[in-house]
């Protein structure tokens, strides 16, 4: 053989070699929302996977949050453009996205067994099971200042009217008692969803009434409080005076920094303010938000949300093998070296360390002493209106009054009902 020949034969080799090893790489796309924490997690977590499966890698796209990045989910499902993963809520506006019709079940993978009841029911859909838990459970209430607290000597109410006289208190000190962060419209929602605890103390089949359409927001007084606590903390004038200009991270900056005494926000903030402001995690604290009746104090509970596979993925094997991985021990504790302990998780086998920051230490003995949560209103009904977050922008910057807002989301939930095909609406 003349080293011509070798030279030829090696080269076709080495380059069968090259095209086969290119062939067996998958690159699995992957959409998820543009939160910092979020992304920080992901990318920490992809890492590790990759590093077991050198044949696939990930590609990770962003979308906005809020109503913006829903309408890009459900239109590149509907177009048949979804990436093979997507991170989106579970809860109603999973029931939203008709996952029957798009997403591929994971009831059947092992993995499955892997994931703690209370999650899977948010993700369920007629017979079948479509996503797995990517972070902890959390609470929706209201962050606080503790150097605020401390400097005010203010003890950390149980009542709404022990709230309202706290902010007084610190507006009389001259400073803002309440962020709120409307730019990103998203954020307006808190005071009015985190008050389900309270509303189904009052109501205890609210959810069921208000599913079947014999029951209302506004007709119902416990259930309009969450509207009329929102407008109070308006007209008392607690808020920043850039409420409707400040975002999100604005909100988190003035918590963390003392610029303001309060923030309502789901606990998923404490991974944000680890992230960004790790000098002031320990001048944060969390408690749940007050209802009328200081005996039955209580939190309102958020699901994480869920990663799913769409039916239109050409790479559904290698996307069940990233599920997998997300739905482990391992991926928990990526997520808590990444970002800390933000609440307890959802996977079997997960647990917490032993030093957690505050806020997490304020939110799990809600959990933990006698069970005083109650779930968020979207994971017990598949009602949620779209523009929520629009009316209750309005309500809070005194645009529209509580009842107006509403009897505005009554309606606005009607359509949603219909939509879904749910009997008597």
């Known amino acids: 053989m003349t080293n011509q020949l070798k030279t030829l034969l090696l080269g076709t080799t080495a380059a069968g070699l090259m095209a086969t090893a290119a062939a067996a790489e998958t690159e699995l796309t992957f959409l998820l929302d543009v939160a910092p924490d979020t992304i920080a997690v992901f990318e920490a977590v992809i890492e590790a996977f990759e590093a077991q499966n050198p044949d696939i890698t990930i590609e990770i796209e962003t979308r906005p949050s809020g109503a913006e990045g829903d309408n890009i989910v459900k239109t590149r499902l509907a177009t048949g453009e979804m990436t093979d993963v997507f991170l989106y809520n579970t809860g109603s506006l999973f029931q939203a996205i008709n996952p029957e019709n798009f997403l591929v079940p994971i009831t059947d993978q092992p993995y499955a067994d892997n994931i703690i009841g209370s999650f899977l029911q948010t993700v369920t859909a007629g017979e079948n099971v479509y996503g797995v838990p990517t972070s902890t459970a959390m609470g929706g209430g209201i962050f606080y200042n503790i150097p605020i607290y401390e400097k005010l000597g203010l003890e950390i109410p149980t009542s709404w009217d022990d709230f309202m006289a706290n902010n007084q208190a610190i507006k009389d000190a001259g400073m803002v008692a309440v962020a709120q962060t409307y730019r990103d419209t998203w954020t307006s929602q808190l005071f009015v969803l985190s008050d389900y605890y309270n509303i189904q103390a009052d109501v205890p089949d609210f959810a069921t009434l208000y599913t079947s359409n014999e029951a209302k927001i506004a007709s119902t007084p416990a259930a ?12 008392g004038g607690f ?86 991985f997300v739905a482990s021990v391992e991926s928990c504790d990526i997520q808590t070296a990444t970002i800390g302990a933000q609440g307890p998780y959802l996977i079997k086998g997960c647990t917490l360390p032993a030093e957690v920051p505050p806020a997490v230490a304020d939110l799990l003995p809600y959990f933990q002493d006698g069970g005083q949560t109650a779930p968020a209103l979207e994971f017990l009904s598949p009602i949620k209106g779209p523009a929520l977050e629009q009316i209750t922008v309005e309500v809070g910057s005194g645009i529209r009054n509580a009842l107006d807002g509403a009897e505005l989301y009554d309606n606005d939930v009607r359509k949603q009902a219909q939509q879904l095909g749910l009997p008597n609406w």
């Not at 926000?265 to 007050?290: K, R, S």
């Open 239 to 324: 808020l920043n005076e850039d409420f409707g200009a400040a975002t999100f991270d604005d909100g988190l900056r003035m918590l963390a920094t003392g610029e303001a005494a309060h923030y309502p926000m789901l606990t998923f903030a404490v991974g944000a303010i680890q992230a960004t402001y790790p000098e002031h995690l320990q001048d944060v604290g969390f408690f749940a938000q007050p209802g009328d009746n200081p005996d039955n104090n209580g939190l309102t509970v958020w699901m994480p949300s869920g990663l799913y596979i769409p039916q239109s993925s050409e790479n559904q094997d290698e996307a069940h093998k990233f599920l997998a």
């Open 224 to 235: 309009l409080r969450g509207f009329e606590k929102l407008q109070e903390v308006y007209e």
